[in-house]
T-cell receptor, first 114, second 111 residues
Framework: GVSQNPRHKITKRGQNVTFRCDPI?????LYWYRQSLGQGLEFLIY????????KSGLPSDRFSAERTGGSVSTLTIQRTEQRDSAMYRC??????????????FGPGTRLTVT | QQPVQSPQAVILREGEDAVINCSSS?????VHWYRQKHGEAPVFLMI?????EQKGHEKISASFNEKKQQSSLYLTASQLSYSGTYFC????????????FGGGTRVLVKP
């Protein structure tokens, strides 16, 4: 399945954090979501193959993400703020253009900013 | 703008039925349904595509009214394992290949 590391991250306000996502092998699409406690999934960014990522959901320029070699992805939050505290979930999909495919979610990284 | 789910919560007895609705203000290309149990990752249930195609579990049924931009998920003869939070995710042609998720419907099935 999709794996994410670390599973938990506690950081002090102002520090930078980076999360890693390993998608299912062969899946071309990769998504990052943020989920606050008891809330729905908020889209952050989407990678599809070698195309430019869809960054339309990133809440500020403190957030960035990369996907290297079409596989592993990292999400970085710079100068963390308390409002960034949430579960960050990665999902992958065998998506190709022209249809819609299910997304497989990872276990998430729980971020706590103190 | 995120789709609106209703009801926000429902409590059932085993064997009872329930319907969860998902409404969008935009024309939809597809609707996805996921279930999330407490402390776990969301799990895919079903995709309903514009034009009538469906992909997903045979035991779970859903409908997609393209004109009304609505989808409904039917929990029939509910089991204890149906408990969890159900999310719909909508996909529009204009938005490309990303999903916008609703706020979720909490379902509790009691013995």
């Amino acid at each position: 399945g999709v794996s994410q590391n670390p599973r938990h991250k506690i950081t002090k306000r102002g520090q930078n954090v980076t999360f890693r996502c390993d998608p299912i092998s062969g899946h071309t699409a990769l998504y990052w979501y943020r989920q606050s406690l008891g809330q729905g999934l908020e889209f952050l960014i989407y990678f599809q193959g070698n195309s430019a990522p869809d960054k339309s959901g990133l809440p500020s320029d403190r957030f960035s993400a990369e996907r290297t070699g079409g596989s592993v992805s990292t999400l970085t939050i710079q100068r963390t703020e308390q409002r960034d505290s949430a579960m960050y979930r990665c999902a992958s999909s065998p998506r190709t253009s022209g249809s819609s495919y299910e997304q497989y979610f990872g276990p998430g990284t729980r971020l706590t900013v103190t | 703008q995120q789709p609106v789910q209703s009801p926000q919560a429902v409590i059932l007895r085993e064997g009872e039925d329930a319907v969860i609705n998902c409404s969008s203000s935009k024309a939809l290309y597809s609707v996805h349904w996921y279930r999330q149990k407490h402390g776990e990752a969301p799990v895919f249930l079903m995709i309903l595509l514009k034009g009538g195609e469906q992909k997903g579990h045979e035991k779970i049924s859903a409908s997609f009214n393209e004109k009304k931009q609505q989808s409904s998920l039917y929990l029939t003869a509910s089991q204890l394992s149906y408990s969890g939070t159900y999310f719909c995710g909508t996909e529009t042609q204009a938005a490309g290949n990303k999903l916008t998720f609703g706020g979720g419907t909490r379902v509790l099935v009691k013995p």
